[in-house]
């Protein structure tokens, strides 16, 4: 007798079975849901349109400067503290920038302070400080700090916009160019460039669910009614996360996209869950609503401890020390409670409402019930369970090996940088006349318990200090501000002559014979030398290349290094480095220190609630142990992909943790799906028959469950930067191995070579097992 008939036939047995009526307090929401099905409804579209009337957008409260997230001990924050007389702290800033493309005239100059007169009348903008012309004569900048309101995406771009809105009004003569530059505009065009991405992100990830869903459900309304519930928490959540930010709720600009994939993605396993078990339930013979009552019954439970499992997981991040993590955490679990809630009503009622229509145009029937792939596919892999297991623990294994070759990025190449926009000519501009350490310069502090004019020699020493090490290819200080070279006498007898060089006009005022080129020189100290003295400021131009490099990165605890030796061969009491690869070593540093306290914290989480849905103190150790197993091969791979295949010096510094909660908590969705009901079908008989059973039935939900949400994520890779497409093909790959070796192959065999443990200490652990085997399953029934 051929595997299909027999399964079927013992299939058909373990259905056979009356069964008492649903109870509980999942039933119970089902009959609500039924019976209130249109009222629901309408409470969900009514829900959405408040969300949109009458609460923020997310794009107003996202924020995205990394730098923002660190703790206040990171030691960029420190020396940010440090840097406070010359940029206000740790408070945004941008560049303005004029050129001429010839010597700046009197009427150039004169527009150029109206301008900066403008500006300073801008809203959040704090201060306006000019830093003087360059030795070539033919171009100006000034530093322009903003409020701290600025930080956040739409109030930058909003202050942004209005600063290049006053280079119209000043009546600029010809040919002279005004440009506003600078790390919050660069954000802000960045911002820009990259606006389509999430749009783009979220067309192609309902695009993507929609031909996937059709396909599985060969049905029209099916997937209309899987998708809806999750496109509307969408639309809900990014408000609702927006207004938590009045509580104190961080919001990194990449929640916007995480928050479409992960809601798309989850929002569609709950759908996929029920309806699968709804259709099942009628091919059982059940009507529609009665099919609905049973199935939510059932997989009711599996959707609250599956989404519950995921929302415990993002809200431990809230133990993490990086700002970012912080913030994800709360806000992607707020999103995931909205679907959760949307699944557990939203989609059955949608179920309940369309009854047989749900499925058109085909007609569900009772059938009888047979062996499908999945469950050929497991039947013959318990054969050999043991061998099965070791084979895929050996690959699994051989992919974690590449992770000794990890190595981290950090955040630079997360978005799009264009290259024709205002700021990115401004800092080309910037580069050409002025010092070469000028243009997106790291920023070296050193503070000192007197004031320099006491003792200007260490100026001298700390200058020469700093350009004996190879960590810097180039340095610009007090002695050489503008690109005019100043010995120590003359700065000396400037400051004696003029006094604290901020309090200095553009021209020298009457009666003032320093010539103008030294008085322009000496105007520009103002931006290195602090008004008391006490604190001086380098710009440095790094060996390693570009401060948004891997390498400038690695190169920041030697440039630390240099900056320190400096401060002890001057008598500095407090040193720091201020930028971007700075603050690129510090966010890799505290991700790197979050992974390690946050996994086992997650992973104790997880276990619990599996052990409670499980009934087992057995199974959540080998279950965590196999998404462990899952994570680190995603991991390997991602290596092998982005290092080994493509090249990249390393792989972005969120991808290892993003990677980790996310496989970990959308793993445990699978593992809940396919355990419980293998412990559904224990309860009829034998293990071996329950586990085929089981995987026979969920085996081609999980599949589709898992190609929609790896599919989602993979979206990424064609609408983001690098840093969106590592996440995004990474956490796929995971999904992936998960969905069709773990779940569906390695757990099953493990399952059944545990037998009856499997559920200790519960009850059925104690029930009588009858020892079966295929063969003997085989014997039995041609007998």
Not at 57 to 75: I, K, R, W
Not at 106 to 115: E, K, P
């Amino acid at each position: 007798m051929d595997d299909n008939k027999l399964s079927a036939r013992t299939i058909s047995a373990s259905t056979a079975v009356t069964e008492p009526p649903e109870r509980g307090p999942f039933a119970a929401l089902a009959r609500f849901t039924i019976r209130f099905r249109y009222l629901i409804v309408l409470a969900w579209l009514v829900a959405t349109f408040l969300s949109l009337r009458l609460l923020p957008s997310l794009t107003s409260v996202s924020n995205s400067s990394n730098g923002n997230f660190l703790s206040s001990s990171a030691p960029s924050v420190q020396a940010l503290k440090l840097a406070a007389p010359f940029q206000q702290g740790s408070l945004p800033t941008a560049m303005l920038v004029a050129n001429a493309g010839h010597p700046l005239t009197a009427a150039d100059q004169a527009a150029i302070t109206r301008d900066e007169a403008a500006i300073r009348r801008v809203p959040n903008v704090v201060q306006v400080r000019d830093q003087g012309v360059s030795s070539d004569g033919t171009t100006r900048k000034a530093l322009v700090t903003l409020s701290a309101q600025s930080s956040g995406n739409t109030q930058a771009t909003t202050v942004v916009d209005a600063i290049r809105g006053t280079f119209g009004t000043v009546g600029a003569p010809a040919g002279l160019s005004l440009f506003l530059t600078g790390q919050t505009a660069t954000n802000v065009d960045n911002l820009s460039a990259n606006s389509s991405s999430v749009a783009l992100t979220q067309v192609l990830s309902i695009v993507f669910i929609l031909v996937m869903l059709l396909a599985i459900y060969r049905s029209v309304l099916a997937p209309l009614v899987t998708l809806l519930p999750a496109a509307l928490v969408v639309v809900i959540a990014g408000p609702v996360i927006a207004e938590s930010a009045k509580i104190g709720v961080q919001v990194s600009s990449v929640v916007q996209v995480l928050l479409i994939i992960l809601v798309l993605g989850a929002g569609t396993d709950y759908g996929l869950f029920l309806i699968f078990r709804v259709r099942e339930e009628m091919q059982r013979g059940l009507d529609p609503h009665a099919a609905l009552l049973k199935s939510v019954s059932r997989v009711g439970e599996t959707i609250a401890f599956s989404g519950g499992i995921v929302i415990s997981a993002l809200l431990c991040l809230l133990l993490a020390t990086l700002g970012i993590y912080q913030g994800l955490g709360p806000s992607l679990a707020i999103a995931i409670a909205i679907m959760l809630l949307a699944g557990l009503t939203l989609t059955p009622a949608l179920v309940a409402i369309m009854g047989r229509r749900l499925f058109w145009p085909f007609k569900i029937r009772p059938i009888e019930p047979r062996l499908g792939a999945w469950g050929r596919i497991v039947q013959r892999a318990l054969r050999w369970p043991l061998a099965t297991l070791l084979l895929g623990v050996a690959l699994f294994a051989g992919l974690a090996s590449a992770v000794t070759h990890y190595s981290s990025t950090g955040f630079a190449s997360s978005g799009t940088t264009s290259t024709t926009s205002q700021s990115a000519r401004g800092t080309a501009v910037l580069t050409a006349h002025f010092p070469a350490a000028q243009a997106n310069p790291t920023n070296l502090l050193l503070h000192y318990p007197f004031s320099v004019w006491q003792r200007p020699t260490v100026l001298v020493q700390a200058d020469q200090s700093l350009r004996s090490n190879h960590v810097f290819q180039a340095i610009s200080g007090p002695l050489n501000p503008n690109g005019t070279p100043l010995s120590l006498a003359q700065l000396a007898q400037l400051h004696a002559t003029l006094g604290p060089a901020i309090n200095l006009p553009l021209v020298p005022p009457a009666g003032v014979t320093v010539p103008a080129p030294l008085y322009s020189a000496y105007r520009a100290t103002a931006q290195f030398i602090s008004a008391d003295g006490q604190t001086v400021q380098y710009f440095a131009s790094l060996t390693a290349g570009d401060p948004l490099s891997n390498a400038a990165m690695q190169a920041v605890p030697a440039i630390r290094h240099a900056v320190a030796q400096a401060a002890t061969v001057t008598g500095a009491n407090a040193n720091g480095v201020v930028g971007v690869a700075a603050i690129a070593s510090d966010l890799t540093n505290a991700s790197n220190n979050d992974i390690v306290h946050l996994v086992p914290v997650v992973l104790l989480v997880i276990a619990l609630l599996l052990a409670i849905v499980l009934r087992s103190a057995i199974a959540p150790w080998y279950l965590i142990a196999s998404v462990g197993l899952s994570y680190l091969g995603a991991l390997g791979f991602a290596v092998i992909l982005f290092m080994g295949i493509q090249g990249n010096v390393g792989l972005n510094f969120v991808l290892p943790f993003l990677m980790f909660i996310f496989l970990m908590a959308l793993g445990s969705d699978y593992n809940v799906l396919v355990m419980t009901r293998i412990r559904e079908e224990a309860q009829r008989g034998p293990l071996r028959e329950a586990v085929v059973r089981a995987i026979n039935v969920t085996g081609a939900t999980v599949t589709s469950a898992g190609l929609i949400l790896a599919g989602t994520f993979a979206v990424l890779t064609f609408s983001g930067g690098s840093q969106s497409q590592q996440i995004g093909l990474g956490i796929a790959a995971g999904v992936l191995m998960d969905t069709f070796l773990i779940r569906t192959l390695l757990i099953p065999s493990l399952v059944v070579l545990l037998g009856r443990w499997n559920w200790w200490p519960s009850p059925l652990s104690r029930q009588a097992q009858q020892p079966t085997s295929i063969a003997a399953d085989r014997a039995r029934n041609v007998a």
